[in-house]
């Protein structure tokens, strides 16, 4: 099976076969695991590992149309949030950034999908801050993947 993974924003693209990014993405975790002391299975990106399994395991049952209403969301979620840590991964793989472990440490927190993550606390705020870290980090690396100097 021969699918795509595409991320588009103003700053980036990922463009490829699927299975280019899934070992990226794979790669990533390992970093996660072995670089930085974090067990990702057990985090939000276990989570999305498992998800970006859903369609395209070899032998997977065909999957019905309820199948995909109900799974293909979270599948484009997972992708989604992988492309985002492949990112960051890419930017920081290096080491030599101070209180990094500590801000990837938040990104790891929080609820896996994003339709949970912006649901109102009961002050009316979204409260996912492993989310804002995420962007914080992610805008950050597109400063320095630019040669822009971070204060």
């Not at 002391?37 to 498992?50: A, H, I, L, Q, V």
């Not at 199948?67 to 992708?79: C, E, G, N, P, T």
């Not at 790891?108 to 914080?136: C, H, Q, T, V, Y």
Request: glycine share 6%.
């Amino acid at each position: 099976m021969s699918i795509s993974m595409l991320e588009i924003s103003k700053t980036a693209m990922y463009e490829g076969e699927f299975k280019d990014r899934r070992i990226e993405f794979s790669e990533s975790c390992k970093w996660l695991s072995e670089e930085l002391g974090f067990p990702y299975k057990s985090t939000r990106m276990g989570d999305y590992e498992r998800l970006l399994k859903t369609f395209v395991n070899p032998g997977a049952k065909v999957p019905t149309e309820q199948d995909l209403i109900d799974d293909f969301y979270h599948f484009m979620q997972a992708a989604t949030e992988a492309c985002q840590i492949i990112r960051l991964w890419n930017t920081f793989k290096d080491g030599k950034h101070e209180g990094l472990k500590d801000r990837i440490k938040h990104v790891m927190s929080g609820k896996s999908l994003r339709a949970e993550a912006i649901k109102k606390n009961a002050k009316g705020e979204n409260d996912d801050p492993a989310r804002d870290f995420a962007f914080e980090l992610n805008i950050a690396s597109r400063f320095l993947k630019g040669d822009m100097k971070l204060i």
